[in-house]
């Protein structure tokens, strides 16, 4: 029993440091990612954008994170995490400088957007590297402090109008790109691969097809698409939101979605470490169930500044709940070779569950003139998986996490 103790020591300090380095690769490429909505209403002014135009500028970047989670997470398995997140640190910077200096048409800015996905892509890397750093009963805990990394959009929608306004927007893209190139160095120079990780020499296509097999896979894309897609979708479009609305300020808007984003990152890791002790269906309903009711209070537009305050605050609280519930029942259903490819495909579920959202709020926006019927079907759908998760997971209450 000593000597094993003495084994695990090393390790476990290993894994801690390489949880905290992935967490602050996320962390940062998470504020890359998200570096258009807190400035989109500035665009939008600049530009004389309508609703509907400036839902789709803010939720372009939402579409290659999301998508690209799929091959990104199979590459994680070949390559290792070390690897891939320093490389998607380094090929975000190419975005955010262009962004910084040629985003000046709607057009220039979609395209620039849509390469700024990249850095979304980063999910899938860090949840199959942290994860095999840690015993299968202490997964729910790493990968909800990992996924505490998306905590970057409240940096970003917080700090970034700050930045714009102080240094300009061209200084304040040239400040994260520097930024990313430290950290991808970082992650080249200190972080290292779990000790028994073994790359994956399969074909990366069979591999995906492999993944899509399992019913697990379907299953958790589905709760992840309302539990991270409600995140991403609020993080990037509540300035907008409480700028039309709610008549707030760009800045004013910016510090108040960095609340409600720091509420979901506090609420991430308590879902993991909460599914460890009550099961991760469990933590999933009370999300679902929570979003729903938060849903159906934000349809009634409830006045600043508590009010609404609270409702937006409890409505990151139960999403952020999810999102980390719902990884912590990915490690206990799917085996572990398996985890990065299905991470990268679980992940491009919920960045797509975020793509879709602004655009509805935009069009139902233009055409209503408020937001109303967009948080009734928020209400629906997140109800509608609430009632699906208890009855398709039910026997996974009991699951032991498989090694």
């Avoid at 910077?93 to 395209?111: E, K, Q, R």
């Avoid at 907008?240 to 709610?246: E, N, Q, S, W």
């Amino acid at each position: 029993m000593n000597t094993e103790t003495a084994r695990s020591a090393p390790r476990g300090r290993a894994a801690g440091v390489n949880l905290a380095l992935a967490t602050a690769a996320f962390t940062l490429l998470f504020w890359a990612w998200n570096l258009v909505g807190p400035l989109a209403p500035t665009y939008s002014e600049r530009l004389g954008l309508t609703p509907t135009q400036t839902s789709v500028l803010i939720a372009f970047p939402v579409l290659v994170g999301s998508l690209g989670r799929i091959p990104v997470g199979a590459l994680t398995d070949r390559y290792g995490g070390r690897l891939m997140m320093a490389a998607i640190c380094f090929i975000s910077i190419v975005p955010v400088l262009l962004l910084g200096f040629f985003g000046d048409s709607f057009t220039a800015l979609l395209v620039l957007g849509f390469l700024l996905g990249v850095a979304g892509t980063s999910f899938a890397v860090g949840i199959p590297f942290v994860g095999a750093w840690h015993p299968p009963e202490r997964r729910g805990f790493a990968t909800g402090v990992f996924g505490a990394g998306m905590g970057g959009t409240a940096l970003s929608a917080f700090l970034t109008p700050y930045f714009a306004e102080l240094f300009g927007i061209a200084a304040t893209h040239v400040l994260i790109a520097g930024a990313l190139a430290a950290m991808g160095l970082v992650m080249l120079l200190f972080a290292e691969n779990p000790p028994d990780w073994r790359p994956s020499t399969a074909p990366v296509l069979p591999r995906m097809r492999d993944a899509l097999g399992i019913k697990a896979t379907w299953q958790n894309m589905l709760l992840y698409a309302i539990a991270f897609g409600g995140f991403v979708a609020f993080s990037t479009y509540l300035p907008t939101l409480l700028h039309t609305a709610y008549d707030f300020a760009q800045t004013e808007a910016g510090l108040r979605t960095a609340g409600f984003s720091f509420t979901a990152i506090i609420a991430r890791p308590l879902g993991g470490v909460l599914s460890d002790r009550i099961g991760p269906v469990q933590v999933c309903r009370i999300s679902f169930f929570g979003t729903a009711a938060m849903a159906v209070a934000l349809a009634f537009q409830p006045p600043p500044e508590i009010p609404a305050g609270t409702v937006f605050v409890l409505m990151a609280f139960a999403l952020g709940l999810g999102t980390g519930g719902v990884f912590a029942l990915v490690a206990r259903l799917v085996e572990p070779t398996r985890v990065g490819t299905v991470t990268g495909m679980v992940g491009a579920a919920g960045g797509l569950g975020g793509y879709f959202p602004p655009m509805v709020m935009g069009a139902v926006l233009e055409v209503t003139g408020a937001y109303t019927t967009g948080f009734v079907l928020l209400a629906c759908s997140a109800l509608a998986v609430a009632l699906y998760t208890g009855r398709a997971f039910s026997g996974a209450r009991s699951t032991t996490p498989r090694t």
